[in-house]
């Protein structure tokens, strides 16, 4: 199973969102995308983390490396600082990425706590332009002060990477790809 893990935004070049305390998105999302890497690698996947600035690099790299999945983390923010929780997006529903979306989702909510904020479609060129299931996921709001103390902390993050390590492996234990 290969598996691209594209960590959201990349520091030092685009921080993407950053919470009241300084928290950037691009730094978090990297720590949890190695860390989710590390969970795949140990039960035998071979994963490629890709954390560019530009679209085209992440979905040239995906594609190339011949993923049979494609996740991308990010953390969500928005100017209502009480919007809190997780969502995942995919494409279109009723597909693999819905599945995909689903064990994700059901994996984080079950084991962090997190608010469950579902599973939505989104026409993002991420998730349109790869060439296997893809999802992107909103683990928590930068922008709301629990969600970033949540963020902040290494070992929520490892907890967080590995819910879409179990996520993924739950989707690929229950699901065939050839379908």
């Known amino acids: 199973m290969k598996v691209a893990i594209n960590g959201g935004h990349c520091p030092g070049v685009d921080s993407g969102a950053v919470g009241v305390s300084g928290l950037q998105e691009a730094v978090v999302v990297c720590d949890i995308m190695k860390k989710v890497a590390?969970?795949?690698r140990?039960?035998?996947?071979?994963?490629?983390?890709?954390q560019e600035n530009a679209m085209d690099q992440i979905l040239q790299s995906a594609?190339?490396?011949?993923?049979?999945?494609?996740i991308a983390i990010h953390c969500d923010s928005a100017e209502n600082i009480f919007a809190q929780g997780t969502e995942t997006f995919c494409y279109q529903f009723g597909g693999e990425s819905e599945k995909l979306a689903r064990c994700i989702q059901s994996q984080i909510i079950t084991n962090l706590g997190s608010v469950d904020r579902?599973?939505?479609?989104?026409n993002f060129e991420v998730?349109?332009?790869?060439?296997?299931?893809?999802?992107?996921?909103?683990?928590?709001?930068?922008?709301n002060s629990y969600d970033e103390v949540m963020l902040a902390n290494?070992?929520?993050?490892?907890?967080f990477s590995a819910a879409i390590a179990r996520g993924i492996t739950d989707y690929c234990a229950n699901f065939s790809l050839n379908d």
């Open 154 to 159: 290494p070992v929520k993050r490892d907890q």
């Open 42 to 50: 140990a039960v035998g996947y071979q994963v490629i983390e890709i």
């Open 118 to 122: 579902g599973i939505k479609k989104a």
């Open 63 to 70: 594609n190339e490396f011949g993923s049979d999945l494609f």
């Open 38 to 40: 590390q969970y795949l």
């Open 127 to 143: 998730l349109r332009k790869t060439n296997c299931p893809s999802v992107l996921i909103e683990v928590a709001f930068i922008s």
